[in-house]
């Protein structure tokens, strides 16, 4: 009798994109319980190289080496054939395309979940959420978040998901 071909199978890296607020965490940890699969997110990890206190400026080397050891952890799972969750946000298309060669040098599939909510709703969402202001989450104020919507590219033919 001639052997079965095993099934290969390839991990699914959730690449969640959108800006501050629009619900990517809330999402991200909803997966990670009912796919049971580990989630990272950029942010969790800059607070806690910060020591889990709030600094008065962005550092980038900071956010720089959270990167850094997020895509470390990632090529790991995915060298052992796990899928995950990339809590990210992803606003440039540029670092949406050099994270998709990365999972896919890795035999992983990339998977972009864009969450899309309208300016007002983010501005009731992050006045909520800034009342709270928890360690590991930014402060966004109405004018900072202005910024936030000029450098953000929204994606568009990329396979995308939308959540709306």
Known sequence: MKPQKQETFN?????????TGWGKSTYSRKLEA???IPRFSLDETYFALMG????????YE???????????????????????????????KANR???R?????????????Y??????ELIRRLAERNKIAEIGTHIISPELLDTFYERFEEPSGESEEVIE
């Open 52 to 59: 889990n206190k709030r600094p008065e400026h962005h550092d």
């Open 101 to 113: 060669r990365l999972i896919q040098e890795d035999g992983g599939i990339p998977k972009l979940i």
């Open 62 to 92: 900071i956010e720089k080496q959270a990167e850094e050891q997020v895509i470390a952890e990632m090529k790991q799972l995915l060298a052992n054939g796990q899928s995950l969750i990339l809590d990210h946000g992803f606003w440039k």
């Open 97 to 99: 395309d050099k994270y």
């Open 115 to 120: 969450f899309k909510v309208p300016k007002q």
């Open 34 to 36: 009912e796919q049971h």
């Open 11 to 19: 991990p699914i890296v959730y690449m969640l994109c959108g800006l």
